[in-house]
Every structure is written in structure tokens, then in C-alpha cells.
């Protein structure tokens, strides 16, 4: 795209609202859901396939939903906004969302419970669910599907670290420490690279977490972002060898 500057902003348009009764809002929203619908059945079967190739943690006589099942359940979560494990057992479980949940996966025979879902993520590495996006995000990129993404013939990639998690105490040997006025901070910090849309929509594509080694002497100097910048740069060469990016800065 020749002029990037001349991209649609990533705003709201600062204008009352365009539908004229609530029926006309109702049939909008379904039009808006049903499009929803489309797009993850269409590419629901890629990612049981890539699911599949995960080792399942489990032990196998205490299996009683499929890996691909929770894994799919985890992405319902995430793509309904549920905003705690308790508010999607309510949620999800009721009969009307279940009835067309399974109209629309059919996959999910029964509704496992939440608490399920986090165990078996807790146990699967992290790096195979990366796997899982990057595959997705060379298949659109090899698709042509994000090509009016691109800026100047090249896609334009955002590198940035943020904390993820704290607290006043060691909760981990591989928690960067950081000195504040009421003492000793221990947090949980993640150097993520994300795909970049001119208007503001963004794709992960990586992530590179701070980690001390836990045998570390006490005078060893911490990781930093900078250093979790090198590592995940050469990652990131290494799953896009062939496609032209460009870092923003």
C-alpha cells in the first residue's frame, strides 16, 4: 500500500447510532454473529487437525473429553469475553447457548467444566500452542489473506514487553526481581511480537518470556527484554524465513 497514511483511522465515527428501530439492530447483530460463525467453522477443522499433534498430558484412563475438545473449549472462552472461570461455567451451561453451541461445534458432545480446561493447559507446554499459530499465520500469509496489510509491500511487525503477573514474594525461581519503595517486586515478564494491521488490528505471532535461570548465583545480572529481544528475533527469522517484515520501532 502506497500511502499509509491515508489508511481509514481505527476510530469509531462520531455519530449517533444508524439503526432506526430494534428490529433493524437485532437483524445487524445476527448478520454480524452469523459471519462470526463462518469464519471459526471454516477453520475449526485446521486447528482439531493441529490439536491433534499436541501430546496429551493426561493420564489415559482419566480422559473423558478428547484434547482437541478442550483445547476448542478454551478458544470459546477467549472469543465469548467469558471473564472468569466461574462467570463461563454459568454462562456457557445454559441450555439456550449450549443448544446452539452445539449447532455450531459439533465436536462438543458434553460441556467440560472450566477448572478442567485451565489443569490440561497448565500441563501442556507453552510452545506448542505457538506452533499452532504460526502455522495458521503462514497459511494466510502463503493464502494471500493479509496481503492488504502490507505497507510498502512489506508486513510491519510490533515488538513490545509487558508484565504479565506480580507479587511481593519469590513465587518463582525464574521471576525477574524488581526493587520498588515498598520493597522486592517479583513479576512475570513477556516480550510478545504481534503482526500489525495499518488500522490497529494485530495477530500474535510470538512470544519470549524474562527468565532467570534458577541456578543462578545471587550476582548473576537478571534477564532483560533486550536479551529476550535477540532470542525471539531469531525465532522469528526462523518461522518467517521468506516473508518481507518490518519492525516498528
Avoid at 167 to 188: C, D, H, R, S, V
Wanted: aromatic residues 10%; proline residues 8%.
Amino acid at each position: 500500500m502506497a500511502n499509509p497514511e491515508k489508511l481509514a483511522p481505527n476510530t469509531f465515527p462520531n455519530r449517533k447510532s444508524e439503526f432506526t428501530s430494534s428490529d433493524e439492530e437485532q437483524q445487524a447483530r445476527q448478520v454480524d454473529t452469523e459471519t462470526w460463525f463462518k469464519m471459526v467453522i471454516a477453520w475449526l477443522p485446521r486447528w482439531i487437525e493441529q490439536f491433534n499433534e499436541i501430546p496429551d498430558p493426561r493420564h489415559p484412563k482419566h480422559i473423558t473429553h478428547q484434547l482437541c475438545v478442550l483445547i476448542v473449549y478454551g478458544i470459546l472462552l477467549f472469543l465469548f469475553q467469558c471473564a472468569s472461570r466461574r462467570a463461563a461455567n454459568r454462562e456457557l451451561t445454559q441450555p439456550g447457548v449450549w443448544e446452539n453451541l452445539q449447532a455450531a461445534f459439533p465436536e462438543l458432545a458434553t460441556i467440560p467444566h472450566r477448572d478442567t480446561v485451565a489443569r490440561l493447559v497448565e500441563e501442556i507446554p507453552p510452545e506448542n500452542f505457538e506452533t499452532v499459530i504460526v502455522k495458521t499465520i503462514r497459511r494466510l500469509l502463503k493464502n494471500g489473506q493479509l496481503r492488504h496489510w502490507m505497507v510498502l509491500n512489506h508486513y510491519l511487525v510490533a515488538v513490545d514487553g509487558a508484565v504479565k503477573w506480580g507479587a511481593p514474594y519469590p513465587w518463582a525461581a525464574e521471576a525477574l526481581k524488581k526493587e520498588t519503595e515498598a520493597g522486592t517486586w517479583y513479576q512475570a515478564y513477556v516480550v510478545a511480537v504481534v503482526l500489525v494491521c495499518p488500522q490497529g488490528v494485530t495477530l500474535p505471532l510470538l512470544a519470549e518470556f524474562c527468565t532467570n535461570p534458577v541456578d543462578a548465583a545471587p550476582a548473576t545480572q537478571q534477564d532483560s527484554e533486550l536479551k529476550a529481544f535477540y532470542r525471539v528475533a531469531k525465532r522469528l527469522y526462523e518461522a518467517f524465513p521468506r516473508w518481507p517484515l518490518v519492525l516498528l520501532a
